[in-house]
T-cell receptor, first 113, second 113 residues
Framework: GENVEQHPSTLSVQEGDSAVIKCTYSDSASNYFPWYKQELGKGPQLIIDIRSNVGEKKDQRIAVTLNKTAKHFSLHITETQPEDSAVYFCAAPPNTNAGKSTFGDGTTLTVKP | EPEVTQTPSHQVTQMGQEVILRCVPISNHLYFYWYRQILGQKVEFLVSFYNNEISEKSEIFDDQFSVERPDGSNFTLKIRSTKLEDSAMYFC???????????FGPGTRLLVL
């Protein structure tokens, strides 16, 4: 099955700095890579995703880059704000009908004002 | 915007009791999932459901667990005889098709005493 590794497990930055979280995956057939943000007591919410036919996607302060050769994808948050503080999960669903998502272990991001 | 809903938001039960967790997926979605998250840990896949049958299940999803889509809108997870270690947040998710985004519900916090 798919194996997803996420680093770092915790990340603390000053407000305004950038944050980068990286995930590696094992299944070469994976072609869709979402990032979820989970706030305390809530379910994971999709914040950005990328498909394997592009190398980068940007949405305001959030971007995701994908390196299919190396089998890793990264979340980039620029100009961080305190409300960005949350747990971030990457996921790698295989390209199958079941399409269950294998989640990374999560990164707890703390943005200090 | 359509969303996945779950009830109840919290459930407290005695060990050995049966619980049913309910979910209403997004109406045009075809794939349904249950995940769980033990406090402080990552989101773990339990089961996927498509075309009125289980597509895939994890080793966590043993004989004590079952899923049903009884009426075309609800999607339920039943735990027949709860154990202390079943205490967790349970998330329902759905998606419209293969390779598409999974949308998560807000979760049900289950506490087994």
């Amino acid at each position: 099955g798919e194996n997803v590794e996420q680093h770092p497990s915790t990340l603390s930055v000053q407000e305004g700095d950038s944050a980068v979280i990286k995930c590696t995956y094992s299944d070469s057939a994976s072609n869709y890579f979402p990032w979820y943000k989970q706030e305390l007591g809530k379910g994971p919410q999709l914040i950005i995703d990328i498909r394997s036919n592009v190398g980068e996607k940007k949405d305001q302060r959030i971007a995701v880059t994908l390196n299919k050769t190396a089998k890793h994808f990264s979340l980039h948050i620029t100009e961080t704000q305190p409300e960005d503080s949350a747990v971030y999960f990457c996921a790698a669903p295989p390209n199958t009908n079941a399409g269950k998502s294998t989640f990374g272990d999560g990164t707890t991001l703390t943005v200090k004002p | 915007e359509p969303e996945v809903t779950q009830t109840p938001s919290h459930q407290v039960t005695q060990m050995g009791q049966e619980v049913i967790l309910r979910c209403v997926p997004i109406s045009n979605h075809l794939y349904f999932y249950w995940y769980r998250q033990i406090l402080g840990q990552k989101v773990e896949f339990l089961v996927s459901f498509y075309n009125n049958e289980i597509s895939e299940k994890s080793e966590i999803f043993d004989d004590q667990f079952s899923v049903e889509r009884p009426d075309g809108s609800n999607f339920t997870l039943k735990i027949r005889s709860t154990k202390l270690e079943d205490s967790a947040m349970y998330f329902c998710a759905s998606r419209v098709g293969k390779g598409e985004t999974q949308y998560f519900g807000p979760g049900t916090r289950l506490l087994v005493l």
